[in-house]
């Protein structure tokens, strides 16, 4: 290698050694920083387009995840209302029944009685609070009520209404039953008995469909969580491989900046030949 004061190519091969070092420093640093090995396209495009996708994926889910929950929510608060109801039915035939012995007194037929419209007003009132963020199941105000099911909002899972109203079809009762005669009883009766079946084989559906939108929440969930696993392991950095890395090239960084200063010491040498 000739010895000249204009070109030192020691000191040029040292200075592209020493800057390739800091840029690799500055990467790994990054890494460490944000914990990510690939962090934006230019880190690697193919990969960093991938995570995107995924990542929206996982934002759409989100939002499945909250369409189901609150379908749950309001599943959860019918099928309550409905039990209430269907205890207080089993309640109002220990009445009817009561009030088709010939034998009472008109005091006691009239109490009776009382207690049976008490408990007709209570079924109307626990039908009527059935309600979550503004839905009723149970009062025939809606038929059904359709909730986002995946990612692409392309699929649904619908929750059906049960109208467990008075007089509504399930409960054949009317609001103005009464028990005031042995006659009014005993149609009441048949009235009663249907509708406690009806009300069981309602519960039943509505509490499959409850079932239903539990299963796919949960499997919504599971899903979201492989998903965020998959981003991890395309982006995430090996925090143990890179505090290796980052010991390697701070030693390779004070031993480039001497190599660059002894690079530039080189030409010193020329002034030793004119002396």
């Excluded at 091969?13 to 396209?41: E, F, H, W, Y």
């Excluded at 009817?96 to 009776?112: E, F, G, K, N």
């Excluded at 796919?216 to 395309?234: I, P, R, Y």
Aim: charged share 10%.
């Amino acid at each position: 290698m000739p010895l000249s004061v204009h070109t030192n190519e020691a000191a040029l091969i040292a200075l592209q050694n020493l800057n390739k070092v800091g840029t690799d420093l500055a990467q790994v640093q990054s890494r460490i920083s944000t914990g990510l090995a690939i962090n934006s396209a230019k880190d690697n495009a193919a990969v960093w387009a991938i995570a995107q996708g995924q990542r929206a994926d996982i934002g759409s889910l989100s939002a499945v995840k909250m369409s189901l929950d609150r379908a749950t929510s309001i599943a959860d608060v019918a099928s309550t209302a409905g039990s209430t109801v269907s205890d207080l039915l089993v309640q109002m035939k220990e009445k009817v029944v009561a009030a088709q012995d010939p034998s009472l007194d008109t005091a006691s037929r009239t109490a009776l009685d009382s207690d049976f419209k008490s408990i007709l007003r209570q079924v109307g009132q626990v039908v009527s609070n059935a309600a979550f963020d503004g839905a009723n199941m149970l009062d025939g105000s809606v038929s059904q009520i359709k909730f986002i099911a995946n990612a692409n909002a392309t699929g649904f899972i619908t929750l059906s209404s049960q109208n467990l109203s008075l007089g509504g079809g399930i409960i054949n009762v009317p609001s103005t039953a009464s028990l005031s005669t042995v006659t009014l009883a005993t149609a009441v009766l048949a009235q009663l008995t249907t509708s406690i079946s009806n009300t069981n084989q309602a519960l039943g559906a509505l509490g499959s469909q409850a079932k239903q939108i539990s299963g796919h929440s949960t499997f919504v969930s599971q899903l979201t969580d492989q998903l965020t696993a998959g981003v991890g392991n395309l982006v995430d950095a090996d925090l143990a491989k890179e505090s290796a890395r980052l010991q390697a090239l701070q030693v390779q960084q004070q031993l480039g900046a001497q190599a660059l200063s002894i690079a530039n010491q080189a030409p010193q040498v020329i002034l030793q030949l004119f002396k």
